[in-house]
């Protein structure tokens, strides 16, 4: 399968460095938003060494027919969360307490696998709607979801970018995994919390739905710095091929 790709990340309006990194890559039908954190240079060096270790892992496996899909992200996402814990623990300890977020698409005989640790986000966009296909593991998501706070509430409340899962924070990681055949006219949408933290499900809908898909990472982006662009952001908008 062969995927039309759009993808960008802004350093945004307040940040001096950019702590999110992000991976395209058609060879293996393969994309990353990570979003670092851990200090000025951890959560930089923590999404980097994410993305490279499962973009090396996923290469490593692809071919092994023996190996489900989902194991191979499983171990991936391990595999990463793994290093990152070693080498802010024994390497560097001046990185201590580093991780990062990873959401991932991946397509794997003619499947799509969508993995997620942390708050970063993958949807799913069909005209007119918009779903939402990864959970948040976030202070804010268990807030919304007990009924304690509503969606519109979580962009102006206090420690709405403490996530409750991440890779690296901790030597071992649980990610979740999501399979999807994938269907035309739809597309997807992965992006940090940079955009989705500041820009409310509702209003994503209305532009992916006015705006040509050619020009929805840049208005997204553009979008999230209206509101504030306090954040890094990152997005990445993936559109199956399909013959005929």
């Not at 003619?110 to 918009?130: H, I, K, M, T």
Request: proline letters at 3%.
């Amino acid at each position: 399968m062969r995927f039309d790709v759009w993808a960008q990340t802004d350093v945004g309006l307040t940040r001096n460095i950019n702590q999110d990194a992000i991976l395209v890559d058609h060879t293996l039908n393969l994309f990353i938003v990570a979003d670092g954190m851990g200090g000025h240079k951890g959560g930089e060096v923590a999404s980097a060494l994410a993305v490279e270790t499962v973009q090396a892992a996923i290469a490593k496996r692809r071919g092994d027919s023996k190996t489900a899909a989902r194991k191979v992200l499983q171990d991936a996402y391990r595999e990463a969360s793994s290093r990152i814990h070693h080498k802010s623990t024994f390497e560097s300890p001046d990185l201590m307490g580093m991780g990062t977020t990873m959401v991932l698409m991946w397509e794997q005989n003619g499947q799509l696998y969508f993995a997620n640790v942390g708050d970063s986000r993958a949807y799913l966009y069909r005209a007119p709607n918009l779903w939402q296909l990864t959970e948040d593991h976030s202070l804010i998501n268990e807030q919304v979801r007990a009924g304690v706070i509503t969606e519109a509430e979580a962009p102006h409340v206090v420690g709405r970018n403490v996530i409750t899962r991440s890779v690296g924070f901790e030597r071992d990681v649980v990610v979740d995994v999501i399979e999807r055949e994938p269907q035309p006219g739809e597309f997807y949408m992965l992006c940090s919390d940079g955009l989705s933290g500041l820009v409310l499900s509702a209003r994503l809908a209305e532009i992916l739905q006015n705006c040509p898909i050619e020009d929805l990472v840049a208005r997204c982006i553009s979008e999230a710095k209206a509101a504030g662009g306090d954040d890094n952001i990152s997005v990445i908008v993936v559109r199956p091929k399909f013959a005929g």
